[in-house]
């Protein structure tokens, strides 16, 4: 593996968690607004932002998992068990 891509790798894995969380935050924030003032946030509004921050959330939670496997995996055929 390149140094450039153990590089993109771990910048993968170090920010694809906290964004993730955050577009989970929204996802409950947009929710809420709806149910708060549905008046000013009609369903179908809400729904196509809840539903975007949670697709975002799922592919930043993927790409997460995809790094740490990568990075695990590099490590293993680096350094095989004796």
Do not use: D, H
């Amino acid at each position: 593996m390149t140094k450039r891509r153990k590089i993109l790798l771990w910048v993968g894995l170090i920010l694809s968690l906290p964004l993730s969380a955050y577009a989970g935050l929204c996802v409950v924030f947009y929710a809420w607004m709806n149910a708060a003032e549905p008046e000013r946030w009609p369903s179908e509004k809400a729904a196509i932002w809840v539903y975007s921050s949670l697709t975002l959330a799922c592919c930043l939670f993927l790409l997460f998992c995809y790094c740490l496997v990568s990075l695990i995996k590099n490590q293993n055929r680096e350094n095989p068990a004796e």
